[in-house]
């Protein structure tokens, strides 16, 4: 096997340097467990927005990058759901899921979650959720095939006409953030460290929309304790 020089760095060794990260973090974040940004009117208003029409009693929603909770525990307090599932790199934060949801929902016990490789959603089912949520996650994937991946893998654990509802950092402002199409896989460090960027919002239709996607739409707004310049939330359905 012919041994790999130290400059040639793989989406591989990206992926392991995250999941090293966050395995770390699960103690601060079940702390702050970014609670603040449930002080965001946008977080409710505009990615979460999907949820407060129609009955969802019968239909699965999943965060993608679930840290330790935040956002299933949010929706299972706000919202009928039959279930809501996270799923995260770091099988610490899962596990710290598991033990404190029950507690912080009020004894509920429709939820899951599931520790993902990284580079997608596996190894969560085919054609199970009808909304898959994320927020101040993907924009810390500086690895545009990576990012990309994980889109296509979403759209295969969606059913026909399930939705994304996601949010990503948008314009310039970010000092340490790579372009959008930037495969950043040598950087020795991870959110907010090295982000990547919007800016333009096709940059996300095209790539939905080659993915299968279609009804792409998208709102920007201020960061929310962020040094983008400024948010996008982007909603779009399976075909």
Same mark, same amino acid.
């Given at each position: 096997?012919?041994?790999?020089?130290?400059?040639?760095? =793989? *989406?591989?060794?990206? =992926?392991?340097? %995250? #999941?090293?990260?966050?395995?770390?973090?699960?103690?601060?974040?079940? +702390?702050?467990?970014?609670?603040?940004? @449930?002080?965001?009117?946008?977080?409710?208003?505009?990615?979460?927005?999907?949820?407060?029409?129609?009955?969802?009693?019968?239909?699965?929603?999943?965060?993608? $990058?679930?840290?330790?909770?935040?956002?299933?525990?949010?929706?299972?307090?706000?919202?009928?759901?039959?279930?809501?599932?996270?799923?995260?790199?770091?099988?610490?934060?899962?596990?710290?899921?598991?033990?404190?949801?029950?507690?912080?929902? $009020?004894?509920?016990? *429709?939820?899951?979650?599931?520790?993902?490789?990284?580079?997608?959603?596996?190894?969560?089912?085919?054609?199970?959720?009808? /909304? +898959?949520?994320?927020?101040?996650?993907?924009?810390?994937?500086?690895?545009?095939? +990576?990012?990309?991946?994980?889109?296509?893998?979403?759209?295969?654990?969606?059913?026909?006409?399930?939705?994304?509802?996601? %949010?990503?950092?948008?314009?310039?402002?970010?000092?340490?953030?790579?372009?959008?199409?930037? *495969?950043?896989?040598?950087?020795? $460090?991870?959110?907010?460290?090295?982000?990547?960027?919007?800016?333009?919002? @096709?940059?996300?239709?095209?790539? /939905?929309?080659?993915?299968?996607?279609?009804?792409?739409?998208?709102?920007?707004?201020?960061?929310?304790?962020?040094?983008?310049?400024?948010?996008?939330?982007?909603?779009? #359905? #399976?075909?």
């Amino acid at each position: 096997m012919t041994e790999k020089l130290p400059h040639e760095y =793989t *989406n591989d060794d990206y =992926t392991l340097m %995250q #999941k090293t990260f966050y395995e770390r973090e699960t103690d601060i974040m079940s +702390i702050e467990n970014h609670g603040l940004h @449930n002080d965001n009117p946008d977080y409710w208003n505009i990615l979460l927005k999907p949820l407060t029409s129609g009955d969802w009693s019968d239909k699965l929603v999943l965060d993608f $990058g679930c840290g330790c909770g935040r956002n299933v525990q949010n929706i299972l307090n706000r919202f009928v759901v039959k279930e809501a599932h996270g799923c995260d790199i770091s099988s610490n934060n899962v596990h710290h899921c598991e033990k404190i949801t029950p507690t912080l929902t $009020g004894g509920k016990t *429709n939820f899951r979650f599931v520790t993902v490789d990284g580079q997608s959603l596996q190894p969560l089912p085919s054609n199970t959720y009808s /909304l +898959i949520i994320s927020t101040i996650v993907l924009q810390h994937i500086c690895v545009y095939s +990576i990012r990309k991946s994980i889109l296509a893998d979403m759209a295969r654990c969606l059913v026909s006409g399930g939705m994304i509802s996601l %949010q990503m950092g948008y314009g310039m402002g970010h000092p340490n953030g790579f372009d959008y199409y930037h *495969n950043a896989n040598n950087v020795q $460090g991870t959110n907010s460290l090295f982000d990547t960027r919007v800016t333009d919002p @096709n940059q996300i239709k095209n790539d /939905l929309l080659e993915l299968g996607f279609v009804d792409f739409d998208y709102v920007i707004s201020h960061p929310w304790s962020d040094t983008h310049e400024n948010w996008i939330y982007f909603t779009a #359905k #399976k075909a």
